[in-house]
């Protein structure tokens, strides 16, 4: 096992460094202009000529990119280049908001979705229909749709939720309760139905293997070969349908936090892009690749201690 | 491939905003009962930009005007129609070849660290605000330096005439900070200054949400209109919408699709116009594309525009139709001179006749995400002319630089209407960013330099330029756009401020 994860490290490692160099060189290339965007039409070529050595843009790509790297490992990642925080502020900041939102929201798709799947696979008929429709209606329905018909609903029209985040400094945990609950919502029925249909089918899978009939045929209880049994062998399929759509997700909040207003990393993201602030999108492409390796390496193990197999190969 | 995805994105928020418009049109709030108190409660703006530093050296304009406002005092006030004002500054006054100007300063203005407002308080910043580089740095350009002639008394000496200094000093490079703040680390977060309010950290959180409270013994308890202003940054319109409705902000900006909705609610408009949209008909050489270095090219071009059309389809008629580059309340505006180029294909053809393309013409447009349906429409109605338009899609990413490069001889863009000069110097002047291919004649240049020392009459001599380039078609303006601030008339009132995006924040106050 050991070996194992610090194989499963060390490749984290070597795809920490391509991304970074990948992302720092392509945004070598497209922000050319940065310091033309922060000083505005107006601006003299002295005035562009003194920005740019401010922020090392006169600098040669690898120069700077070796700088930012050197700086990066000692976890310093700088300052962003438009706003008043340091990178790593921004980020601890805004990193709390994301995670809750995301972690709740997967949890949730998981017990939900396992429980749709194996009722599906068990029971068929009219759940197992519908867990079908509805998998290819949740897939084909944006998240973001999804959340502007519950803002509309429950936030204008009954005011039961804010129709925009008051997650704050020194809020309750009542604030952060009311802010997540309709973005949770939309995300749940937007992931819980694909991950249901994916949990159907290896139940299904299972219930064919002769194990099944061999447990059944010794007496053992339907509900025990189903929980213990079944769901073992399963569970890596769920797992991994989960991890990716735990990987997607970090896609899928950006636009979610934008129509909330939580002060989350995807609203950071897209401003950062937007605007070109490298050091920030680089904070923000750094910590989301440290998220995908976690979350690959979680699910490796938790893997390997369902299927002894997976460790040896 | 992001940005289809945006655009797809943004068709289905504005298609579901469209369906959901019917039911999300419910009673308006229930006054809240402010009905005897004309100062005093919260205001909580719903900001569309992220401030990037509290350091006065990194004021921005635009919209973020407003956050400045907050802790900042400026040295002049700028008036909803425009006109300057004491505020800090009592008087001031150019000496005669306008490159000198002197200015009285109060004497009962404290910071909010303690420290006391004077003529070397205002060197100290303006020397600050030239030396940081911030966003504004332009606006001091022309700063040679800062004399301190007493305590209350600066003389401000200027390279070269400048007539839109004083307007900057009511702007991003006059407001003033605490002398011994000026390019700390803690300015960057914490903002001090000798403005009408001082920053809440406890209500704070960078790129989210910024909460000041009234500072007790304000020099002008006139302009503290509130007890508390929070700014919550919303960059997604419909996240501003849903603030608006809702009632969790009572003043933001939308955009034209939303206004019926957030009107439905029960909220106000309260528009104003500052930015204008159009063609710049960059290669007036005709360097790049020999037609349009031809006047009646141009011209025809202005002719064969439905202004009004496009107007009502694209803006929803939220705007005015314009042929010049100058805004009504500047000074430098012609009336008659959006009667030059009315809708006429008819003439437009028959310049284009004259100008020997009767057989056609092709130019090439770049187009970007955000103006689909004005290229749509222009490609229509320049070919009922005979001019064929190549769309060309350029990336985002440095939009403006791209515009500007040199590759384009005509593009289509956004641009406030400033002060005369900040106009001249920004689209029209040799130099001028906007002026892409450096074109000017010296008749021109005559008409520029007598702006450039013109003195108090600079406005008014703008009238020249402005005259010039619409003869000569520098441009082919299309609208106005109003800017779409709407508010929760139960809640505040608002005075919209000429030529800005958003109302000054003295300019709001709680409902009556």
């Not at chain 1, 929980?227 to 735990?246: D, I």
């Not at chain 1, 680089?282 to 440290?290: E, F, R």
């Not at chain 2, 608002?494 to 924040?505: E, L």
């Amino acid at each position: 096992m050991v070996t194992f994860v610090s194989r499963r490290l060390a490749s984290g490692v070597v795809m920490l460094v391509a991304i970074s160099f990948l992302t720092y060189t392509l945004l070598f290339f497209s922000g050319t202009n940065i310091a033309r965007n922060i000083l505005g039409d107006l601006a003299t070529e002295e005035q562009i000529a003194l920005k740019e050595a401010e922020l090392g843009l006169d600098q040669p790509l690898f120069a700077r990119f070796f700088g930012w790297a050197g700086s990066a490992i000692t976890g310093d990642l700088g300052r962003s280049w438009f706003g008043s925080e340091t990178v790593a502020q921004a980020l601890t900041n805004r990193l709390p908001v994301t995670l809750t939102l995301m972690i709740v929201s997967i949890v949730l798709v998981a017990i939900v979705a396992t429980l749709l799947g194996m009722a599906a696979a068990v029971k068929r008929g009219w759940i197992d229909r519908t867990v079908q429709v509805a998998a290819v209606i949740g897939d084909a329905i944006p998240g973001f749709v999804l959340a502007i018909i519950l803002v509309s609903i429950f936030a204008i029209q009954l005011g039961w939720f804010p129709a925009i985040s008051s997650i704050g400094p020194g809020v309750g945990a009542d604030a952060w309760i009311a802010s997540m609950t309709l973005p949770v919502i939309a995300i749940v029925i937007n992931y819980v139905t694909s991950s249901a249909q994916q949990i159907r089918s290896a139940v299904l899978k299972q219930l064919e293997r002769d194990y099944v009939r061999t447990l059944r045929s010794r007496g053992i209880g339907e509900r025990e070969i189903l929980f213990k049994h079944v769901l073992r062998s399963a569970a890596p399929a769920g797992l991994t349908v989960l991890s990716l759509q735990f990987v997607g997700l970090l896609g899928g909040v950006v636009i979610l936090e934008q129509i909330f207003a939580l002060p989350g990393m995807g609203a950071l993201a897209v401003n950062a892009t937007t605007i070109g602030d490298i050091p920030i999108v680089m904070g923000v492409v750094l910590y989301t690749v440290v998220i995908v390796i976690i979350v690959n390496l979680v699910v490796d193990i938790v893997n390997g201690w369902l299927n002894p197999k997976v460790r040896v190969s | 491939m992001k940005f289809g995805h945006y655009t797809k994105a943004a068709a289905l928020v504005v298609g579901a905003s469209l369906v959901l418009a019917g039911c999300a049109a419910s009673a308006p709030a229930e006054n809240t009962g402010n009905t005897e108190a004309p100062r005093g409660g919260t205001l909580t703006i719903g900001a569309v930009q992220d401030v990037a530093s509290w350091d006065p050296g990194q004021a921005h304009v635009g919209h973020l005007l407003q956050p400045y406002q907050a802790p900042y005092d400026t040295l002049i006030l700028r008036e909803p129609d425009g006109k300057l004002s004491p505020m800090l500054a009592t008087e001031w006054e150019y000496n005669e070849d306008s490159t000198a100007l002197t200015v009285d300063l109060r004497t009962d203005v404290t910071f909010s660290d303690g420290a006391e407002f004077n003529a070397e308080a205002v060197k100290a910043n303006l020397e600050h605000f030239k030396g940081a580089n911030g966003r504004q740095a332009a606006q001091l350009s022309s700063l040679e330096s800062v004399e301190v002639v007493d305590a209350d008394t600066v003389t401000i000496n200027l390279a070269e005439p400048d007539p839109s200094f004083t307007y900057f000093l009511s702007q991003a490079a006059g407001f003033m900070g605490s002398p011994e703040s000026l390019g700390t680390e803690e300015i960057k977060q914490t903002p001090v200054g000798s403005g009408p309010y001082v920053i809440d950290p406890a209500g704070t959180t960078p790129g989210s949400q910024y909460t000041f409270t009234a500072r007790e013994d304000y020099w002008n308890p006139d302009l503290q209109k509130f007890d508390k202003i929070v700014f919550k940054v919303l960059t997604d319109a419909t996240a501003r919408l849903n603030a608006l409705i809702s009632g969790q902000v009572d003043i933001t900006l939308l955009d034209q699709r939303n206004v019926a909705q957030a009107e439905g609610a029960g909220k106000e408009l309260s528009a104003n116009q500052a930015d204008w949209t159009g063609l710049f008909l960059l290669d007036r050489d005709g360097k790049l594309n020999p037609a349009l270095g031809d006047v009646r090219v141009r011209q025809a071009i202005n002719f064969a525009i439905d202004r009004e059309t496009m107007l009502e389809e694209i803006q929803l008629g939220r705007g005015t139709a314009t042929t010049q580059v100058f805004g009504p309340k500047s000074g430098a505006y012609v009336d008659e001179l959006d009667e030059e180029y009315p809708y006429d294909p008819k003439k437009a053809k028959a310049l284009l006749k004259e100008a020997g393309y009767e057989s056609g013409l092709e130019i090439t447009l770049p187009v970007f995400t955000g103006i689909e349906a004005q290229s749509a429409m222009l490609v229509q109605q320049f070919a009922d002319v005979g001019i064929t338009l190549k769309l060309e899609t350029i990336p985002p990413a440095n939009l403006q630089s791209e515009l500007v490069s040199g590759k384009y001889a005509m593009v289509y863009f956004f641009q406030m209407q400033a002060d005369p000069w900040v106009n001249i110097k920004g689209i029209i002047g040799e130099a001028a960013f906007y002026n892409a291919f450096k074109t000017t004649t010296p008749e021109l240049e005559e008409l520029i330099e007598a702006v450039r020392f013109g003195g108090e009459d600079s406005a008014e001599l703008a009238q020249e330029v402005n005259k010039y380039v619409v003869e000569n078609a520098w441009f082919a303006p299309i609208y106005r756009l109003d800017q779409l601030v709407l508010i929760d008339p139960t809640k505040i009132t608002s005075t919209p401020t000429s030529q800005q995006a958003v109302p000054s924040i003295y300019n709001i106050a709680p409902a009556k």
